[in-house]
């Protein structure tokens, strides 16, 4: 498989190079030249797997040729041997047609340990082979950061400088960043919000000199290799509820779009999905891209912290599909989107449309479903997979309904508090979190600030 940039200005690369990339020289996003598409037999071959194995035969076409099946059979399975889960992703039914997937069972209790627990392994392997050295530098509005951490903070060839909006993440997941004493795991708390540190990765990226000669590694999701491994929940889960048979639709909590975009990808490939709900916070830029309206607004603090972003960086994805995988003109709207507004030509709305569908999920709402998902079923749920379920009334009434429940509710213990419940308790491993100590650097919101930090903990 080969893979080309949104934007249509860079090079044309395999596997590994893009997972050493990050974002294209031409400032787009990498994607499949074109997708291999699994048959109905196959799927029907595949509901026994467990889900390691079936990870390995849905991501195997991706990275084909870039290392031994051998290796990558060996890698995945490593890569989930630590999760609390026996089933990886167990599915949990609320209702008589509604189920939660449950994605965080990994070590850092979040749904972003499903591919950054791979992602790790691959980049380390990739530099061993080239004889290379790289520096991880990524933003997170939450768990990307602890999950980069965990992936990578034992490699031989990576350091990690992970940028995280001060006072703007729960405490948990500061904690496990910032609670990682490793030698090659550095932490930055940017005075800014997501955003602001979303802006300073991607401009470090159009210029590495200043990392010069190490490469910088995206563990964003801005890096293919994770939307690849979000792909194989989707495939599993619809498999175990008989998506061959029936309809299933997801409601999704995502504002950067790379998670939907997982099950995007399942769809192209043949994987009968009916339909997706994105679910957003007050930050409701997908609600308004959806609409047609890409436009930036202030960011608000909210419940549901991992969501805070204004600006949806994989949406560019879908968009390039919309039009036609013209990167010259997507390179135009993205453009006129840097110097303000864009309004989407109703075609592509139209298109976007017959697929997906968005709702924003305020505080207060927020919290009336915690709380009464716990009443009706006696299950406590983090505050983003609270919006996922209010995102219901918008989902297709025909059809099965799985939320993706991407947290653990003790990672979020304001909003589970204000829901009126008693702090939830951390896994048994990790009790002693709050006693552990912390490093981290509070940075201005200044690109050379940053940059200098990353040059002074290089080796």
């Given amino acids: 498989m080969k893979f080309v940039s949104t934007r249509g200005q860079a090079p044309i690369l395999g596997f590994d190079d893009v997972v050493l990339t990050g974002l294209a020289s031409d400032g787009g996003l990498y994607v499949p030249e074109s997708l291999p598409t699994i ?53 949990k039914q609320i209702s008589p047609d509604t189920w939660l997937l449950e994605l965080f069972h990994g070590p850092t209790l979040a749904f972003k340990d499903f591919a950054l627990q791979l992602l790790g392994r691959l980049l380390d392997h990739f530099l061993e082979e080239r004889g290379e050295r790289g520096i991880v530098m990524g933003a997170t509005s939450g768990d990307t950061g602890s999950a980069a951490i965990e992936g990578s903070r034992h490699s031989d060839h990576l350091d990690l400088v992970i940028l995280h909006p001060y006072q703007r993440i729960s405490e948990v997941q500061r904690r496990q960043m910032t609670t990682v004493l490793s030698d090659n795991v550095h932490n930055i708390a940017l005075k800014g919000n997501f955003d602001d540190c979303q802006a300073i990765v991607k401009a470090s990226f159009l210029d590495q000199t200043f990392v010069s000669p190490n490469r910088l590694l995206a563990v964003n999701s801005i890096n ?25 639709a997801y409601s999704v909590p995502s504002a950067n779009f790379g998670d939907v975009f997982g099950g995007y990808i399942a769809k192209q490939m043949g994987f009968p999905i009916a339909h997706f709900t994105i679910a957003t916070n007050a930050n409701d830029a997908l609600v308004r891209g959806l609409r047609g309206d890409l436009s930036r607004k202030s960011l608000e603090k909210t419940l ?108 979020f213990a304001e909003a589970v508090e204000k829901a009126g419940f008693d702090e939830v308790p951390l896994p048994a491993d990790m009790t002693d979190l709050f006693l552990r100590e912390e490093r981290y650097t509070i940075v201005e919101n200044d690109l050379n600030d940053v940059q200098a930090f990353v040059r002074s903990v290089m080796r």
């Fill in 39 to 91: 048959s109905e037999g196959t799927l029907r071959q595949w509901q026994s797997l467990h889900y390691d194995e079936l990870a390995i035969e849905v991501m195997w076409p991706f990275v084909e040729g870039s290392l031994t099946r051998e290796t990558f059979e060996v890698m995945v399975k490593d890569a989930y041997s630590s999760f609390r889960h026996p089933a990886i992703a167990p599915l």
């Fill in 304 to 411: 549901s912290p991992s969501m805070d972003i204004v600006v949806s960086s994989n949406f560019e994805r879908l968009l390039f599909d919309l039009h036609g995988r013209d990167g010259n003109k997507l390179s135009q709207v993205m453009n006129e989107f840097q110097s303000g507004a864009v309004k989407l030509e109703d075609p592509i709305i139209a298109k976007a449309k017959t697929l997906f569908s968005a709702h924003a999920v305020d505080d207060e709402r927020t919290c009336e479903t915690i709380a009464r998902i716990y009443r009706d079923t006696g299950e406590l749920i983090d505050p983003h997979t609270a919006t996922g379920v209010d995102a219901l009334q918008v989902t297709p009434n025909e059809t099965i309904k799985v939320v993706l429940a991407t947290a653990h509710p003790s990672k």
């Fill in 224 to 248: 293919l290799a994770r939307i690849m491994a979000q792909t194989v929940y989707y495939i599993y889960s619809g498999l175990r509820l008989g998506a061959l048979d029936r309809q299933i």
